[in-house]
């Protein structure tokens, strides 16, 4: 196993393609993290993290949906989810590449 902070940043800067692509903002961090889990030191551990958050983030985008009926919630919960997730991928590629562990709120346990 190598250490490779580059490629870690990259990984969690990835999941902003969602705003270019609509899609690849799951599938690249779940590609890079497969393929490199057991090649690059602290890889599998934020590769689930960063999958954890996603999977959670689009739970939350779900359960959103019939807020919208009740006074507009949902577009407060759209808003935040949003906010999410363009924020702290950014925040948690900054820790990374200052080897801090880096952290994504509210996110459920999926990928042990």
Do not use: C
């Not at 999958?51 to 959670?56: K, Q, V």
């Not at 739970?59 to 919630?73: A, M």
């Not at 924020?87 to 459920?108: M, Q």
Request: aromatic share 16%; charged share 15%.
């Amino acid at each position: 196993m190598k250490k490779n902070r580059q490629l870690l940043v990259f990984t969690h800067l990835s999941q902003l393609l969602d705003y270019v692509t609509g899609v690849g903002g799951f599938i690249v961090p779940l590609l890079i993290w497969l393929t490199n889990k057991d090649k690059i030191i602290g890889m599998d551990k934020q590769g689930k993290s960063i999958l954890n958050f996603r999977i959670s983030m689009f739970l939350y985008f779900i359960l959103s949906i019939p807020l919208v009926l009740f006074f507009g919630l949902g577009l407060i919960g759209f808003a935040v989810i949003s906010v999410f997730y363009m924020v702290f991928p950014i925040i948690n590629a900054i820790k990374v590449n200052n080897d801090e562990a880096p952290y994504y709120p509210f996110s459920i346990e999926f990928i042990k």
